[in-house]
């Protein structure tokens, strides 16, 4: 099919329908720049090679010819518009225009599920640009993790393309009545299997340099962590948790999971070295999900203050504290605050509490150990105690309230009492009855 196609291709104008049919085809070679030679092919054959490589046989690298318009426009724009690369054609000189941010302030987060274009772009983004990379999730070890886990191959063929481009190159050897017309299998007739779809990963992608395609590399990310019970329904703490872990505390990501990227224009740079201090993941229950999902209105979380993500580090360095008296609840939401290293109290925060018949929020200490005394007014610690944004992990030291004594009020019964008689004003008064004998 290639020597086919690229043959026809050679001989029409750029002004022929066929031409702008067929000039992003796979199987013309002669739009293609050789990797080698950084110049277009001539022909098939120079494309084909093929190449022997560890006792298998390859084409010949190539690269998009990106000074090629018409090749750009089919591959990338459409019939109705010019597309046009920075850089590149038209534009051949690059504009001016500086990039909206900074790699050193993107981050790209990955569940490991990305493939194909998205395994493209996170190329670039990564090794080319030098953009930092979390993976989140993965078995309950630790270690690293891929970020593009599925094919990383540079084109998915189907087979409805393939059975287009053999109907296509049959057509044109029957017509020039070609000892070759019958060549190519009648994909009409596929027997007794029903074939709805299929695709095969046509093309490699190997970096400039290297020889190994990416799909045989392993793509590790720069900082890998798991998920907990808060940021597995709530985006937006996910998001926040890679931030911290990649720009304020890399001890956030995974033990054993950092150093092995591949970003040689920004290089992964933590504070802490190659290794963080996060062990394996807890397994969450369905009563942990269940208790989260209350999580999941993103849209009214305050992000500066809420710090949920710092329970599951291990001995990280002190934070401020929001609260550190009553007072300093009368203006806040019901909120977590940073860790200290007090091993069983750990931490403080906004508690709503109602007691003497009034709500009112305090200051009191998170705790780790249910029915444990601790707290200023030495209550056992409870886990009934909830706020929005706190961990399900910890409890709360209760606060206790001595609630003012009211005075009880006498009752009498079966008489009124003798602040409220009439005084008799009769002259002679009845006298009480007597018993007689």
């Excluded at 395609?213 to 985006?235: G, K, M, V």
Aim: glycine content about 6%; some cysteine.
């Amino acid at each position: 099919m290639g020597q086919t196609l690229t043959s026809v291709f050679q001989n029409l104008s750029s002004t022929d329908d066929q031409y702008q049919e067929l000039v992003d085809s796979e199987w013309v070679a002669t739009t293609r720049l050789n990797a080698n030679t950084n110049q277009t092919f001539t022909s098939w054959s120079e494309f084909f090679g093929p190449s022997e490589s560890n006792g298998d046989f390859f084409t010949t690298v190539q690269r998009y010819d990106l000074n090629n318009e018409d090749f750009v426009g089919a591959s990338f724009g459409d019939s109705n518009s010019t597309f046009t690369i920075n850089g590149y054609g038209a534009e051949k000189v690059a504009s001016a225009i500086a990039p909206p941010f900074a790699a050193e302030n993107i981050i790209i987060l990955s569940d490991g599920i990305c493939a194909s274009s998205c395994a493209l772009f996170m190329e670039m983004m990564h090794h080319e640009a030098g953009v930092r990379v979390v993976a989140v999730g993965g078995l309950p070890t630790t270690g690293p993790m891929q970020a593009p886990a599925g094919t990383r191959g540079a084109l998915m063929y189907d087979t409805s393309n393939l059975d287009g481009s053999i109907s296509a190159v049959q057509t044109i050897l029957q017509q020039n009545n070609s000892p070759r017309r019958n060549f190519l299998p009648d994909r009409s007739n596929t027997g007794d299997v029903d074939v709805t779809f299929a695709s095969v990963n046509l093309r490699d992608q190997v970096r400039i340099g290297e020889t190994i395609p990416l799909q045989f590399a392993y793509e590790a990310s720069d900082c890998r962590i798991f998920y907990t019970a808060q940021t597995i329904f709530n985006y937006t703490l996910l998001w926040k948790y890679a931030a911290e872990a990649i720009w304020t505390n890399p001890a956030f990501c995974v033990a054993n999971s950092t150093g092995f990227a591949t970003a040689p224009v920004t290089p992964s740079n933590f504070i802490t070295g190659p290794n963080g201090t996060v062990s394996k993941p807890q397994f969450l229950t369905m009563g942990d999900i269940a208790s989260s999902l209350s999580l999941t209105n993103t849209s009214l979380l305050d992000l500066d203050t809420d710090t949920t993500l710092y329970d599951i580090i291990t001995n990280p360095d002190p934070g401020p504290s929001i609260c550190t008296k009553d007072g300093d609840c009368d203006d806040w939401d019901l909120r977590d605050v940073c860790p200290d290293t007090e091993p069983n109290c750990n931490r403080r925060a906004c508690v709503e509490f109602t007691s003497c018949k009034r709500k009112s929020k305090r200051c009191v200490k998170e705790c780790l150990t249910k029915g444990k005394l601790c707290g200023q007014h030495r209550a056992k610690c409870s886990y009934n105690l909830r706020t929005d944004l706190s961990d399900l992990n910890f409890g709360f030291c209760p606060w206790v309230e001595a609630c003012p004594k009211s005075k009880p009020k006498k009752t009498h019964i079966g008489s009124t009492p003798k602040s409220k008689r009439k005084k008799s004003t009769a002259k002679n008064p009845r006298k009480p009855f007597s018993k007689h004998g």
